[in-house]
Structure formats: structure tokens, C-alpha cells
């Protein structure tokens, strides 16, 4: 069916972080925006105003540091000229190097830019339609009509309703001396061959000791509650660990905790429980630990899953999570510069396209922007390299495994890794930072600039 969008001017569905932050890149390219904003017509669970941009959850984005990643993020998108980061800057509050932001200053701060960019019209009406060329960028709440829409131009498995996120944990934080790799039954699910000779999995052995210190701190820790929309019925598909421990202290070891199959070769016996660590990305930086979906707090996460026999030192990449979230299985739907495949002028950008946070998803609405400016102009989309904290977050959205694909937020381990061994840790993302920003800089020059848009 038709979209009843016309060719120009570019129609933005969607006024949130990753919207406006589209709708302004474009604007200042020159494109004549509309930009279609539910709220002030139909609320939301969470928002309790009308504005462009505000903030539902926390009131921080994050690190400013570089050699944090969500603190080179965020110098990469100042280098391609962020207004939503302007704004911040300009409603902080002291929260340490975290940019942490009064929430009102700083929605009021977007709205205003946004609102009175002679190029950009707002819209408020609840869209049903997907626009071309356009973007949508209607977050974890999009409202039903619209999913529905977007599910049909899917398919059915194209567009999650939930969340069930296991904590992800860093590579070079696993005690190899505890850990041991094999696959169940010495079946593999991976098509390397190092894969097939070594094992899919990293197994963490438990003693029936260390299993029941480990299931009595995981029933007594403290759970996150959220938002009221964020209280799901669970499916037994997505049911958070520490619920399953609560159903029997047998539970887990006859779930995803089973140890049969997976005989430690250095002692030649079965262990009595087993956690098993799946491999997130290609270069193996990544591993998620199976079955261990959460709805612990941070400081339990961080407490609890570190009594599992390997991962004392564990470093988190990505934390547990279960909650109410719409977001599109993009690497099996949607293309490397996160269109529709069937029309690369219809974008999609924000937590819909399955980042996490609020400056992953204004990135992914700002690199939205440029490409649909390049596009119109007849340019190729284009994505920044994965040296960079930006591409790589892009390079996930495309490669990761179908089957097992969940929001991801910025890490170091999704960036490409240095030529050569650094052994001290913040050297090293020091180092990663100086190359990404640099490369940054290059790829604005070769493809993010217009007349109107100069590097500053």
C-alpha cells in the first residue's frame, strides 16, 4: 500500500531523542521536515508532558569520558554536530563526569531548537502509516497501531514486545583457569572450525556448595521495579533467573544451569551445576551469560553473578533486563544503514532499531539524518567504521545473530580491537578512543558535511 507521505517534504514519526535529533540534522541540510509527535494528542504510560525530547528515566547520559564508551560516543557525535548534546551541555547539573542533565531544562532546551527551525513543522497526530522517504523513531512505547503496521511490513517475527536481557560480560575478564570450553554432548552450534574444535561455550563448574551460596544470594537480592508499564506478565520464555530460583532449588540445575553434557575435560567428571557463556560478537570480546536474564538492580548483578565459579573478576558490558520494549529484530530485517529492505529511503533510529540508552539512540537518529539527506541528494547511505564506537554500534544492529539478537548499548567490546597487545586496560581504551575520534573526523569530512554543515 501507498504511503500517504509525500516525496518532500522528509516526515519524522516520532519526536523523541533520536527524532528530533534526525529532524534537526536534516533541517540544517536544507530538507523541509515534518515531524509527527503523538504525545499532546494521545499520552504515553510514561510521559507527563507534550515536549520534544523528554526524558522518562534517568536524568544522565552517562560518562563524558573518553575512555568510557559511552563517553567517546558521545565526542564522536560533537564532531558530527549533536544539537540534543548541545542541549545537554547546556542544562547540566553536577553529577560528576557524568553528564547528568536537569530534565526540564533540557527537553525545554531541544523543543525550543527543534520548534523553531523555520525548516521543521510539527505534527501532533498518532501515525499509522511508514513514511518515504522518512523515519520512524517512536521508541520502546510506539503505540499499537503503528507496531501492528510495522510488524505486517516485517513479518511476524520482525518487531519484539519484550525484553529478556542476560547480563553480557568481557572476555578478558574470565578466569581461564576455571572455565572450560565445550558444547553439550560435544555438539556445535558455531560454523568456524576453531568453533567446532574447541567448543561454542565457556562452562563455569559449580561445586554443590558454590551452587547453593550462589541460589541463596540470588533469592535474597533486590529486584529493579520500574514504570508500571514496564510490570509484564512473564513468559516462561523470558523468565528472570532469580524467579526460577525461587520456584525450587533444583530449578535451575534441571534448566539452564544443567550440567549434563558438559564433562570438564581437566578433571574428567560432571560438575553440579553449570553456568554456560555464549559468544555476542564475531572477534569473541563478548559473552553472554545464558539463561541469566534479570530483573536484579545493578549492584546485585554485579554482587550475584560474580560468585559464579570464573567470573569473580567479571566486567560487565550489558546488564540484565526484563521489561515491555518494541524494538525491531534489525539484523534480520532491515539493512546495514537500518532501512526497510524493500525501500532505503524509509529509516528507522532510537531503541526501536534495538540500541539501548539515550545516547546510543540519538546517534542512531543523527547517522538516520545524514543519510536520508545524502540519499536525497542522490548519495549512497553510508555507516562510520567500526573502529569507531558509532560504526560499531552499527555493525552489531547488522551482524549479530538473528536468533539470538537483544538491545545492546555502547562498549568497547563491540569496537575493533588494536593492532597488537596493550596490557593496562585504560591505556588501551585511550588508545581505542584516539583512533576512533580520528577516524571520526574523517568520515564526517568524506561524507557528513553539506554547504550548510561545516566541521567545526
Known amino acids: 500500500m501507498a504511503s500517504p507521505f509525500s516525496a518532500a517534504p522528509v516526515h519524522i514519526v516520532g519526536g523523541g531523542l533520536a527524532g528530533s535529533e534526525a529532524a534537526w540534522q536534516l533541517a540544517e541540510r536544507g530538507h523541509d521536515v515534518v515531524v509527527h509527535e503523538m504525545r499532546g494528542v494521545r499520552g504515553t504510560p510514561a510521559h507527563k508532558t507534550d515536549r520534544l525530547a523528554e526524558l ?3 536524568n544522565t547520559f552517562k560518562s563524558t569520558e573518553v575512555s568510557n564508551a559511552h563517553g567517546l560516543l558521545k565526542a564522536e557525535m560533537r564532531l558530527l554536530g549533536s544539537v540534543v548534546l548541545q542541549a545537554a551541555d547546556e542544562a547540566r547539573v553536577p553529577g560528576g563526569t557524568a553528564l547528568t542533565v536537569d530534565r526540564d531544562v533540557f ?5 525550543e531548537r527543534v520548534t523553531s527551525h523555520p525548516r521543521i513543522t510539527i505534527i501532533r497526530e498518532e501515525a499509522t502509516a511508514l513514511p518515504s522517504p522518512g523515519l520512524i523513531a517512536t521508541g520502546p ?6 507496531a501492528e ?15 529478556a536481557i542476560a547480563p553480557i560480560v568481557s572476555r578478558e575478564s574470565i578466569d581461564d583457569r576455571v572455565v572450560f570450553r565445550a558444547s553439550r554432548y560435544g555438539k556445535e552450534t558455531m560454523d568456524a572450525p576453531e568453533a567446532r574444535e574447541e567448543g561454542a561455550y565457556l562452562n563455569c563448574p559449580f561445586t554443590r556448595d558454590q551452587y547453593e551460596a550462589f541460589l541463596d544470594a540470588m533469592i535474597a537480592a533486590d529486584q529493579h521495579h520500574g514504570h508500571e508499564f514496564d510490570e509484564v506478565p512473564y513468559f516462561e520464555g523470558c523468565m528472570p533467573v532469580e524467579e526460577m530460583a525461587r520456584r525450587g532449588r533444583e530449578t535451575l540445575r534441571f534448566g539452564p544451569m544443567k ?3 558438559l564433562r570438564d575435560p581437566r578433571t574428567g567428571r560432571d560438575a553440579h551445576a553449570v553456568v554456560q557463556l555464549r559468544m555476542e560478537d ?30 569473580e573478576n567479571a566486567e560487565f558490558l550489558r546488564y540484565g533486563s526484563i521489561h515491555r520494549n518494541s524494538y525491531i529484530n534489525s539484523p534480520a530485517t532491515l539493512t546495514p544503514h537500518l532501512s526497510l529492505r524493500d525501500d532505503p529511503m524509509t529509516l528507522f533510529a532510537g531503541q526501536l532499531t534495538g540500541v539501548e540508552g539515550y545516547t546510543e539512540s540519538t546517534a542512531t537518529g543523527l547517522v538516520a539524518g545524514i543519510n536520508l539527506s545524502r540519499m536525497l541528494a542522490g548519495e549512497p547511505p553510508v555507516v562510520p567504521p567500526p573502529t569507531t564506537m558509532l560504526g560499531a554500534l552499527y555493525r552489531y544492529l ?3 545473530d538473528p536468533a539470538h539478537f537483544q538491545p545492546m548499548n555502547a562498549n568497547f567490546g563491540l569496537v575493533d580491537e588494536l593492532p597488537g597487545r596493550v596490557k593496562d586496560k585504560k591505556i588501551k581504551r585511550e588508545k581505542i578512543a584516539e583512533r576512533a575520534l580520528s577516524e571520526m573526523a574523517h568520515w564526517r569530512d568524506a561524507h557528513a558535511t553539506s554547504p550548510l554543515t561545516t566541521p567545526k
Open 56 to 58: 522518562v528515566c534517568s
Open 141 to 146: 512505547l510506539t503505540s499499537d497501531a503503528l
Open 107 to 111: 527537553s525545554a532546551g531541544v523543543h
Open 259 to 261: 550440567p549434563v553434557g
Open 398 to 400: 547488522r551482524e549479530a
Open 149 to 163: 503496521v510495522i510488524r505486517g511490513r516485517l513479518g511476524v517475527a520482525g518487531l519484539a514486545f519484550y525484553d
Open 282 to 311: 564475531r572477534a569473541g570480546q563478548m559473552w553472554n551469560l545464558v539463561g541469566c536474564q534479570t530483573r536484579l538492580r545493578i549492584p546485585e548483578q554485579q554482587r550475584v553473578f560474580r560468585m559464579i565459579p570464573g567470573l
